[in-house]
T-cell receptor, first 119, second 114 residues
Framework: GAGVSQSPRYKVTKRGQDVALRCDPISGHVSLYWYRQALGQGPEFLTYFNYEAQQDKSGLPNDRFSAERPEGSISTLTIQRTEQRDSAMYRC?????????????????FGEGSRLTVL | SQELEQSPQSLIVQEGKNLTINCTSSKTLYGLYWYKQKYGEGLIFLMMLQKGGEEKSHEKITAKLDEKKQQSSLHITASQPSHAGIYLCGADLPLQGGSEKLVFGKGTKLTVNP
C-alpha cells in the first residue's frame, strides 16, 4: 500500500477481553516498530522486528502483551486480558532499512494508529 | 521513563513570529530525529541529525544539534497556522546485542494564531 495501515482505527473493549491490533507496513519495508502513546505523552517504544525476527521486546509492559510478524510483513500486537490502563493509542511504524543507524534519512513511516479504549 | 526532555511543553505564537523548541538528553545522542504530529494523524518525519554541530533546514524549519550531541533545537521562522501541531524529538538509543530503539520526548504543542 501507499502507507502504513493499521486496523482497527478504534477499538472499545471490556476489561478482561483480548484484543489484536494489526499493522500492514509499506511494501518492502524491513523494519517494523510498535509504539504506545498515552494522551499528552510522546510515543513509548514497545517492540520491533527486522523481517520476521523480533529484535527487541524490552518495551512490552508485561506478559499480557505479545507481537508477531510471521511472514516478515503484516504484524499483530495482541493484548490479553485487557485492563483499563492499557487504553492508549497504539502506533506502528516501518522503515526501509535494518535498524535506525543503517538509514540515511532515519525516517520511520508511521500509521495513523489504533485507539484502544478498555472499559 | 522519558530520556529526552522537551521545552516548552506548549507554545502559543502569533502568525509570522519566530519560535524555538528545545530537546535535551543526559546522554550523547547517536541520532536525533524531529517529527511532527497532528491530531488524528500519524507522525510525520521532519529531519534527522547525526553529527555534532549539524544543521538542516526544510522550508522554514531549521534543526540544529550541538557539538556535544546532547541538545537539539528546532527553529521555525515566520510561523504559519500550518505549522501548528505537536513536535516530537526522538533519539536513537543503541542497545546490547546490536539492536536499537527510537525513544521520544513528551512533545511540544504549538499553536499559531492567525
Amino acid at each position: 500500500g501507499a502507507g502504513v495501515s493499521q486496523s482497527p482505527r478504534y477499538k472499545v473493549t471490556k476489561r478482561g477481553q483480548d484484543v489484536a491490533l494489526r499493522c500492514d507496513p509499506i511494501s518492502g519495508h524491513v523494519s517494523l516498530y510498535w509504539y504506545r502513546q498515552a494522551l499528552g505523552q510522546g510515543p513509548e517504544f514497545l517492540t520491533y522486528f527486522n523481517y520476521e525476527a523480533q529484535q527487541d521486546k524490552s518495551g512490552l509492559p508485561n506478559d499480557r502483551f505479545s507481537a508477531e510478524r510471521p511472514e516478515g510483513s503484516i504484524s499483530t500486537l495482541t493484548i490479553q486480558r485487557t485492563e483499563q490502563r492499557d487504553s492508549a493509542m497504539y502506533r506502528c511504524a516501518s522503515s526501509l532499512a535494518l535498524g535506525l543507524a543503517a538509514q540515511n534519512t532515519g525516517e520511520l513511516f508511521f500509521g495513523e494508529g489504533s485507539r484502544l479504549t478498555v472499559l | 521513563s522519558q530520556e529526552l526532555e522537551q521545552s516548552p511543553q506548549s507554545l502559543i505564537v502569533q502568525e509570522g513570529k519566530n519560535l524555538t523548541i528545545n530537546c535535551t538528553s543526559s546522554k550523547t545522542l547517536y541520532g536525533l530525529y524531529w517529527y511532527k504530529q497532528k491530531y488524528g494523524e500519524g507522525l510525520i518525519f521532519l529531519m534527522m541529525l547525526q553529527k555534532g554541530g549539524e544543521e538542516k533546514s526544510h522550508e522554514k524549519i531549521t534543526a540544529k544539534l550541538d557539538e556535544k550531541k546532547q541538545q537539539s533545537s528546532l527553529h521555525i521562522t515566520a510561523s504559519q497556522p500550518s505549522h501548528a501541531g505537536i513536535y516530537l524529538c526522538g533519539a536513537d538509543l543503541p542497545l546490547q546485542g546490536g539492536s536499537e530503539k527510537l525513544v521520544f520526548g513528551k512533545g511540544t504543542k504549538l499553536t499559531v494564531n492567525p
